[in-house]
């Protein structure tokens, strides 16, 4: 049987292939699976929430930055914004003062950091926008409808998962058809995977930070 070298991938799939360890270590981190499990208060959730405010402002002022740049621009749509929806969830969870109440974790601060820092260049920038925008079209679906119903939700609270105007599958074939054309080289590429896979161990780190706190 013969064995396709990573590096000989598509950039789509090679993404795909080459973060699977760390997105299965992501998605069994303790907070997560025990929020999902409804082990978790409300609280937890909105807690969740608030530090995906912080990575999504970051990632979201680096695609505004970007939005004339000739390949990122091309990963820059308007449809995918998640921090109107947060902050929505984040006034019906926690009320109109929101924001005073938030603590964002240190793991979350270096998250933004790093998409701040690597979000300058549109490799850097397109590796942090999959793991973030495809992981919400792909489980991230899954995940927002348990947590409606463990948590008793109907729309609201759970916003940050609904994508007005998105069919997820379509959308996900044509943002892979950009990625595979986007005009890298072959370093260029081996620079956006290794940021997917920092976004995913960044992600964790968060996700164990938020267990010292609910779990």
């Keep these: 049987m013969t064995t396709i070298a990573p590096e000989s991938l598509a950039l789509a799939a090679r993404l795909r292939s080459a973060t699977t360890m760390e ?4 998605e069994n981190m303790a907070f997560v699976t025990k929020l ?36 990122a621009g091309n990963f820059v749509f308007e449809e995918l914004r998640r921090v109107p929806s ?18 964002v974790t240190q793991a979350a601060e270096e998250y933004a950091a790093r998409i701040r820092e690597a979000g300058t260049w549109a490799g850097g920038f397109i590796g942090h926008a999959y793991v973030r925008y495809l992981g919400d079209l792909s489980g ?40 595979d054309e986007a005009d890298f080289t072959e370093s260029q590429r081996d620079q956006v995977v290794e940021e997917a896979k920092l976004a995913f161990r960044l992600n964790t780190a968060m996700f164990a930070e938020l267990a010292t706190r609910h779990c």
Excluded: C
Aim: charge should be negative; proline fraction near 4%.
């Design 23 to 26: 997105h299965d270590e992501a």
């Design 86 to 103: 947060l902050k929505a969830d984040l006034e019906f969870l926690n009320g109109t003062e929101w924001e005073s109440k938030i603590q």
């Design 140 to 179: 991230g679906q899954a995940i927002g409808r348990l947590m409606q119903r463990t948590y008793g939700l109907e729309r609201e609270g759970i916003n940050f998962y609904h994508f007005e105007g998105i069919k997820p599958k379509p959308f996900k074939d044509s943002y892979r058809k950009l990625l």
């Design 36 to 71: 999902m499990g409804g082990q978790l208060p409300i609280a937890a959730l909105a807690d969740f929430h608030a530090q995906h405010l912080t990575i999504y402002r970051a990632l979201e002022d680096a695609g505004d930055a970007l939005v004339n740049d000739p390949v």
